[in-house]
């Protein structure tokens, strides 16, 4: 079993920035997938914004490219650091954890509210 707890979200307003941090404990892999996703209407999947592997190697959505920066500080804890945030950036921002094999796992998610 894996948890996850994101934190950093709240409310900002447009053009301002913001850090998530998820913190991944129990039975964790070093080599792993973590990422970020958000979901902005209740009740619609979640979409990706931004994963990070074990060797450092980025993706990220074309939203998030040039403004959203994902990072990791070790196997278990990663973060996302959002500039230029904009009214459509509001979201529930959750972290998942993919290991090579085995189950993938989410946190709870994290609010972020961009006000104009």
């Known amino acids: 079993q894996v948890q996850l707890v994101e934190s950093g979200g709240g409310l900002v307003q447009t053009g301002g920035s913001l850090k998530l941090s998820c913190v991944a404990s129990g039975d964790i892999l070093d080599v792993n997938t973590m990422g970020w996703y958000r979901r902005q209407v209740p009740g619609r999947q979640r979409e990706l914004v931004a994963?990070?592997?074990?060797?450092?190697?980025t993706n990220y959505e074309p939203f998030a490219r040039g403004r959203f920066t994902v990072s990791r500080a070790n196997a278990s804890t990663i973060f996302l650091e959002m500039m230029n945030l904009r009214r459509e950036d509001t979201a529930a921002y959750f972290c998942?954890?993919?290991?090579?094999?085995?189950?993938?796992?989410w946190g709870q998610g994290t609010q972020v509210t961009v006000s104009s």
């Open positions: 994963a990070i592997d074990a060797g450092g190697a």
């Open positions: 998942k954890y993919s290991p090579t094999w085995g189950n993938s796992y």
